[in-house]
Nanobody
Framework: QVQLVESGGGLVQAGGSLRLSCAASGLITTINAMGWYRQAPGNQRELVASITSGGSTNYADSVKGRFTISRDNAKNTVYLQMNNLKPEDTAVYHC?????????????????WGQGTQVTVSS
């Protein structure tokens, strides 16, 4: 069974920084893309940033220049460095792993989500 475990959320003042981590486990052989999504109360879940296994990245316009996504393929872990945080960044941040193949499912990739970690930015 594949599990994604997130860590690193918390409360920070505007202008501060946080680093989120998400580790995937469960006899994984390959993961296509990994990413971070966020959902604020009353809003739809939105993509924050994503990174492919080859290192290509994609960012939401609202976080470009402030957030950096990175990935350790050997550890099946993705990171999100968030700098210059703003109150509008407050949300639950969810990790996503796309196209996950395991020893039990070598031909069919599946998507998995973490349980989410709260990020609160005070003004």
């Amino acid at each position: 069974q594949v599990q994604l475990v997130e860590s690193g959320g918390g409360l920070v003042q505007a202008g501060g920084s946080l680093r989120l981590s998400c580790a995937a486990s469960g006899l994984i052989t390959t993961i296509n893309a990994m990413g971070w999504y966020r959902q604020a109360p009353g809003n739809q879940r939105e993509l924050v940033a994503s990174i492919t296994s080859g290192g290509s990245t994609n960012y939401a316009d609202s976080v470009k220049g402030r957030f950096t996504i990175s990935r350790d393929n050997a550890k099946n872990t993705v990171y999100l460095q968030m700098n210059n945080l703003k109150p509008e960044d407050t949300a639950v941040y969810h990790c996503n792993a796309n196209g996950v193949k395991t020893h039990y499912t070598p031909f069919r990739g599946r998507d998995y989500w973490g349980q989410g970690t709260q990020v609160t930015v005070s003004s």
